[in-house]
């Protein structure tokens, strides 16, 4: 069992910062010590670490409105914070981490809200039916962090205006917007408030460990602003879009994805993988997995089906498909 309970909560609202020293604190973490860490962003966009922000966000809205807007690490999709929304996020050596158990933490500390809400796979949180909280995963040196979203009382409608959402994500999910699959926990319980949130997810975290939460926790000031220095570069937030000659766009159970191939006399000499999978291992290993590979479906199933995981088997088997 996880014999100390770190807690941090960040006095900024700079995504850059909190992103910074999130990653300050996992590069950091010890073991036997859970890191709960709390943290609000003011009128942010944050896009998953292999999502293409040309194609997610709609660039002239958040220019236009003043938006910040920051890759994340973790895999998942893109969204929209202000300060009527809540983040933590949850530190802890791979022995001790255990998402179900923590996501039911932060179930139980909107319960004694008087909110009643259900985990959905391993992403969501629902309140009738509606989406409140949604989770992405990163794991690093033998260390893993859960981080995650609860929509207070955020201001629903700028989702549309900044964000692009895919249609057919939208349509596997059986809604027609983004608006109508989440919701915010103010309309469900007056007592929904960000600073009563906090102590009930502080006092939940405890009873989770059966311990009390220490403050004590020293950051490395310049590691953090290492770390504040790539969250704010235009190199880690926009990364590179190199010209392609084809792509290939789906969407499976576990994602979307769209693969751009540059092909030289009939071979991949180049691929680039944008998903919004929660596997971020995807967007790195494919372009190796195809490097000089020839272009054909056939051989490109051949190579992926020696992948072994489901999400490679999706891919191949719909590449097969493709007529190219």
Known sequence: ??????????????????????????????????????????????IGRNQNIWKECNLKNIERDGVTIVRRPSGGGAVYHDLGNLNFSII???????????????????????????????????????????????HHRGFSCQHGTLLVNSDLSRMGMYLNVDPAKLK?????????????????????????LKEEIIRSCEAMLN???????????????REEERFSSE???????????????????????????????????GLTVWT???????????????ADCVFSPSVMYEALQKCGKEEYRDIAAWILNQEV
Do not use: C
């Open 1 to 46: 069992m996880t014999e100390r309970l770190s807690l941090i909560i960040s006095d900024s609202t700079d995504p850059r910062h909190n992103l910074a020293l999130e990653a300050v604190l996992l590069e950091t973490a010890k073991e036997n010590t859970m890191i709960l860490y709390l943290w609000q962003n003011d009128n942010t966009v944050v």
């Open 92 to 138: 802890a050596d791979d022995a001790h981490f255990d998402i179900e158990r923590q996501t039911r933490m932060i179930v139980k500390a909107l319960a004694a809200l008087g909110i009643e809400t259900e985990m959905s796979g391993r992403n969501d949180i629902l309140a009738d039916g509606k989406k409140v909280s949604g989770n992405a995963y990163q």
């Open 172 to 196: 596997a999910k059986g809604v027609d917007s983004v608006r109508s699959r989440v919701t915010n926990l103010k309309e469900i319980s007056e007592k929904a408030d960000i600073g009563i």
């Open 211 to 225: 311990t009390t939460a220490k403050t004590d926790l020293l950051v490395d000031p310049q590691a953090l602003r």
């Open 235 to 269: 190199a880690w937030t926009y990364g590179k879009n190199p010209p392609f000659d084809m792509f290939m766009e789906n969407r499976f159970a576990w994602g979307g994805i769209r693969l751009e191939f540059r092909i030289k006399a009939g071979k991949i000499d």
């Open 276 to 290: 919004d999978a929660m596997d971020t291992e995807i967007a790195g290993v494919l372009p190796e997995v195809l």
